[in-house]
């Protein structure tokens, strides 16, 4: 399609917001825009320069034949801290506190929005690590699994309790829960995960890490390999933490039940400059 340089921009710049992490050789654009290499080349810098200014993220462009341009998504700093303070601030309202000191969050897990907001963060968080997968466990953690999944532009596996009959065949572990200390069961279909393939975790939520350690033990039995961890939210106060190497979004200092208070604060997040490391 033929174009005028501002059509061409604005099109060219949702193409690329809606294909992250993925090489898109030069010619691909040449041809959908009946363009000199020259000029989408100019446009590519402008963009470039526009996302890195606004915190969007980076532009990359490979050399060579078998080269292209690559769109990695990111968040600066200021709309980072923003995201964390409004989620900090919901989950300080005490009217969330529920009999027997739990939190109710399944409006925070169903605002698209904020967990494509949280989506980012997470993405940004590992955008330089080569992931193929994003895991989590059902139920409340699948939202936030899928936003960050769409970022990086990789399918999501859900681990279940049991396994279905719709799954086919299913790779189950027990596991010992980190709080509880119960023995439980997570399944995960065999064509869920190729052997060799790098993993992305996403939790809702981590006491001790129990789940998380099961997780971890799941995808060994798929002879791929974990490359990261990423919580919502982690409890502070635990006695024995499972999982060491993570990525926090907010940290959950205390639950007062009896004098009907939260208090939340940052998590790991900006330790590394929001960079897993």
Do not use: W
Request: proline share 3%.
């Amino acid at each position: 399609m033929k174009l005028k340089r501002s059509g061409r921009m604005v099109d060219l710049t949702g193409y690329l917001l809606h294909h992250p992490h993925q090489l898109i050789p030069l010619s691909y654009f040449v041809e959908r825009y009946e363009s000199a290499k020259s000029s989408i080349s100019e446009d590519l810098a402008i963009i470039k320069e526009h996302f890195e200014q606004h915190g969007l993220g980076h532009v990359q462009t490979v050399p060579g034949a078998a080269g292209g341009v690559k769109y990695i998504p990111g968040i600066d700093q200021a709309e980072a801290e923003e995201t964390v303070k409004e989620l900090v601030e919901l989950l300080e309202d005490p009217s969330r506190i529920l009999p027997g000191g739990y939190l109710y969050v399944t409006d925070i897990i169903g605002n698209p929005r904020l967990v494509n907001q949280i989506g980012r963060l997470f993405a940004s968080a590992f955008s330089s690590r080569k992931i193929d997968v994003v895991m989590t466990i059902a139920t409340k953690g699948i939202p936030l699994a899928y936003a960050v999944a769409t970022h990086l532009n990789v399918p999501v596996v859900v681990v279940r309790s049991n396994s279905r009959v719709t799954e086919g065949s299913t790779v189950s572990i027990n596991y010992v829960s980190g709080s509880t200390k119960r023995i439980q069961t997570m399944a995960l279909a065999r064509r869920s995960i190729k052997q060799g393939s790098r993993v992305l975790i996403i939790d809702d939520f981590m006491k001790a890490g129990g789940t998380i350690k099961g997780m971890i033990s799941l995808i060994e039995e798929f002879q791929a390999h974990i490359e990261g961890i990423g919580v919502l939210v982690e409890a502070q106060e635990v006695s024995e933490r499972l999982v060491d190497d993570y990525v926090s979004i907010a940290r959950l200092a205390q639950v007062n039940e009896k004098e009907n208070r939260i208090e939340v604060e940052k998590g790991n997040y900006f330790l590394n400059g929001g960079q897993a490391q």
